[in-house]
């Protein structure tokens, strides 16, 4: 187990708060700092929104909406700087997975979250070989945040095979982290090196003025990088290129936009920053696979 220097949420809290059940679903919010702490139990937490920098034993990473990681028992680790940042946590006992845990542990990327004796591949020569943080692409993100929100039924309204239906559930999540885990496998890692705080303020930027046209040389003038070495250096963090992150969080904030209120599908482009409701369509189809107004209907 790692040493922890701060605070540590013990099982018997598990228990007390959730009422002896082995599975929970905990919506989180943070903004600013959260102190180190570690638990006793797993914590896989999924991100709805916002975006922080977070500390797990030692490594230091951006994450924003989409991402899905896994914090070990015994591992320590904090949100330093969080703005708006929503999250589910999903937390568990190792016991809820019953004799399922030994074929789980054989299954990408489960092998060292699941397993308290993980050995690095001794051919790698990188000393990091476990990419823990995970992309859930825009048009999968609701379908996440459903499985979670019925694991959180179950366990809130405790109805006849509840445990047996949460745990369930709970397997197929695990499943799909790891098949994901298998197809991001060998994406660049980064590291505190990686211009984080330049991230952050394009995070920031992007967050605050995403109703109007944002270009290249407006995040270049955030941060005081050139556009190409701004341009590299964010993709390196984020994996994916300036241009591609603001599309994508367009997108995200439509799409909750489609599903919580009621405005005209032109309202709701003209929110989201796109010029007219023609490219709005086009652009929220090819990333989500259907147009908004049959993604609203599918929510109902």
């Not at 009422?19 to 937490?45: C, L, T």
């Not at 239906?165 to 660049?188: H, T």
């Not at 303020?201 to 605050?208: A, R, S």
């Not at 032109?266 to 049959?294: C, H, M, Q, Y």
Request: with cysteine; proline share 3%; hydrophobic share 35%.
């Amino acid at each position: 187990m790692v040493r922890t220097l701060g605070k540590v949420f013990s099982r018997e809290k598990f228990n007390i708060y959730h009422k002896g059940a082995k599975i929970a679903i905990v919506d989180a919010h943070h903004d600013g700092r959260m102190e180190p702490h570690s638990h006793s139990f797993y914590e896989m937490v999924y991100v709805q929104s916002g975006f922080t920098l977070h500390s797990c034993s030692g490594e230091v990473r951006m994450l924003s909406a989409g991402d899905w990681f896994f914090v070990r028992p015994g591992e320590e680790h904090s949100y330093i700087n969080a703005n708006g940042f929503q999250i589910f946590n999903c937390i568990f006992l190792e016991e809820a997975l019953g004799g399922d845990l030994v074929e789980l542990k054989k299954l990408p990327g489960l092998d060292y979250l699941l397993s308290d004796s993980w050995i690095p591949d001794p051919a790698s020569t990188d000393p990091v070989t476990f990419e823990r943080v995970l992309r859930v692409d825009v048009s999968e993100r609701r379908s996440v945040e459903k499985a979670l929100e019925t694991i959180r039924t179950e366990c809130e309204n405790r109805q006849t095979g509840w445990e047996l239906s949460a745990k369930s559930r709970l397997l197929a999540l695990l499943v799909r982290y790891s098949r994901l885990y298998e197809q991001q496998k060998g994406q660049q890692k980064t590291t505190a090196s990686d211009y984080y705080m330049y991230i952050y303020k394009i995070l920031q930027y992007v967050n605050e003025n995403y109703r109007k046209e944002i270009s290249m040389a407006d995040l270049s003038g955030v941060t005081g990088l050139s556009v190409d070495y701004m341009s590299r250096r964010f993709k390196a963090v984020m994996h994916l290129s300036p241009a591609e992150y603001i599309r994508r969080f367009r997108i995200a904030k439509a799409m909750e936009l489609l599903s919580s209120t009621d405005f005209p599908i032109a309202r709701i482009a003209e929110e989201t920053g796109f010029s007219d409701i023609s490219l709005f369509s086009r652009v929220f189809k090819n990333a989500v696979g259907v147009p908004p107004a049959s993604y609203r209907k599918n929510q109902k």
